[in-house]
């Protein structure tokens, strides 16, 4: 664009002393000068120094934008195992950019250590980084017990602190069972309360907090008024949380995101997470953590996670995404898989791979990727020693970005499960997103 305003620009200086060539041996009239007078103030003074203030402005984006992973020409549906085996570790040195002005979430899981290194090397573009360490559980003794400090490692978040400003939120799990803790109001309390002493105690941001799912598997959330006691134990757990300063900025509280599953069909069961419980919690929640991966698995074996399933549960929770809550939309993280699934074709079987994982079968098999326009997802086909035919889907660059747009048409945040799974260049399109 740049270019094409230049050319224009020194065409017009070219016929405009062209002008005053053939013009010289003639005397103007005042009305004429006035308007050759404009003609170079508004086509050629004004888009010269446009160009100027777009360079000096924008300089720096351009050659980002310029030296981006799109550019490489490798985020496309056409695709080859040689180019991912070339490609994949090649991310952006720039590792401090981040355009998108919503939260987003990382998990980082102790038995995929690589996890640490790229939060650590990729902070910034992250708002909320949450390691996977704590279980609440029932004890006979106590009633509750919170298990998972030994997981947690104070190195390693003081070396995140000093290198960005991405918040420290630990995932706490509630595995305690359900109707004891919910029934009686001192286990509620006491339950509180050791999250609460833990944030404190280990300076944390606030804690990502998962319990739906458990709640689903015992029946609790089918009877409505267990259902109505769970509810308002998340909503007393997030006031507590946000009633407490954070370590490194005491105008500021701790923060609490709750994970929270998707429907699996068209109408919303009662067991479901849906928009009226988005709107009861959303005063004491700052993000729900949307687990929009794991459609598929080795019994029913297809994609991670489709498209258009991933607009239908938006579209329960949010409505239509031409007329939404835009501040209640930006509390939700659609959840973006880094990990992959391997099934087994027949009979069953398989289950999640990691990248390295996914990297050792394109050495080993040299596969032909697909494109699955339904799904908006890759696939390849494979037969292992036994002869058994597999498919493989794990994310790509074109994959991913589809649901990075998405998110954007939707005005809301990410959550990525998780980054210790991924392949490095996954996190340019974090930069340049």
């Known amino acids: 664009m740049a270019r094409k305003r230049r050319s224009s620009a020194a065409e017009s200086l070219k016929r405009q002393k062209d002008g005053e060539e053939s013009l010289s041996q003639v005397e103007e009239p005042d009305s004429d000068r006035s308007l050759i007078a404009i003609f170079v103030i508004f086509f050629i003074l004004i888009p010269a120094v446009s160009i100027v203030v777009y360079k000096v402005k924008f300089a720096d984006r351009v050659i980002q934008t310029e030296t981006s992973i799109r550019h490489r020409g490798i985020v496309k549906t056409n695709i080859s195992f040689q180019e991912i085996l070339t490609e994949h570790s090649k991310a952006s040195e720039n590792s401090t950019t981040r355009h998108y002005d919503y939260p987003?979430?990382?998990?980082?899981?102790?038995w995929n250590s690589k996890g640490y290194d790229m939060a650590k090397m990729f902070n910034s573009k992250f708002t909320h980084l949450s390691p996977v360490w704590y279980d609440l559980k029932s004890s006979q003794g106590s009633g509750l017990v919170l298990e998972g400090r030994h997981n947690a490692d104070k190195g390693w978040i003081q070396e995140l602190r000093s290198r960005g400003n991405a918040l420290?939120?630990?995932?706490?799990?509630?595995k305690a069972i359900p109707s004891e803790m919910l029934k009686k109001k001192k286990l509620r309390e006491k339950a509180i309360s050791l999250i609460v002493t833990e944030c404190r105690e280990m300076e944390y941001d606030g804690i990502v907090f998962e319990s739906w799912s458990r709640w689903a598997a015992y029946g609790v959330l089918q009877d409505p008024d267990k259902r109505k006691m769970a509810l308002q134990f998340v909503k007393q757990l997030g006031e507590a949380l946000h009633s407490t300063n954070s370590p490194r900025n005491n105008q500021q509280h701790m923060q609490f995101m709750y994970v929270v599953g998707p429907p699996r069909s068209e109408k919303l069961q009662m067991y479901d997470?849906?928009?009226?419980?988005?709107?009861?919690?959303?005063?004491?929640?700052?993000?729900?953590?949307?687990?929009?991966?794991?459609?598929s698995n080795p019994q029913n074996p297809g994609p991670n996670?489709?498209?258009k399933?991933?607009?239908?549960?938006?579209?329960?929770?949010?409505?239509?995404s031409n007329n939404i809550d835009s501040t209640l939309a930006r509390k939700v993280l659609l959840g973006i898989n880094f990990y992959g699934n391997d099934f087994v074709i027949s009979g069953g079987g398989g289950g999640a791979i990691t990248g390295r994982d996914y990297l050792t079968l394109l050495q080993?098999?040299?596969?032909?990727?697909h494109w699955d326009k339904e799904s908006g997802e890759h696939l390849f086909m494979y037969r292992d020693n036994k002869n058994i035919k597999h498919a493989v889907f794990y994310p790509t660059l074109m994959s991913i970005l589809l649901r990075l747009e998405n998110a954007r048409l939707w005005g809301i945040g990410i959550s990525i499960w998780e980054i210790g799974q991924g392949l490095d260049y996954f996190f340019d399109l974090l930069a340049f997103w």
């Open 168 to 174: 420290i939120l630990p995932r706490f799990v509630l």
């Open 104 to 110: 987003v979430l990382a998990y980082i899981t102790p």
């Open 273 to 295: 997470f849906g928009p009226e419980d988005l709107q009861f919690l959303k005063d004491s929640v700052d993000g729900f953590s949307l687990m929009t991966y794991d459609f």
């Open 305 to 307: 996670a489709p498209v």
């Open 364 to 369: 080993k098999h040299k596969p032909t990727w």
């Open 309 to 320: 399933w991933i607009d239908l549960t938006l579209k329960l929770l949010l409505g239509s």
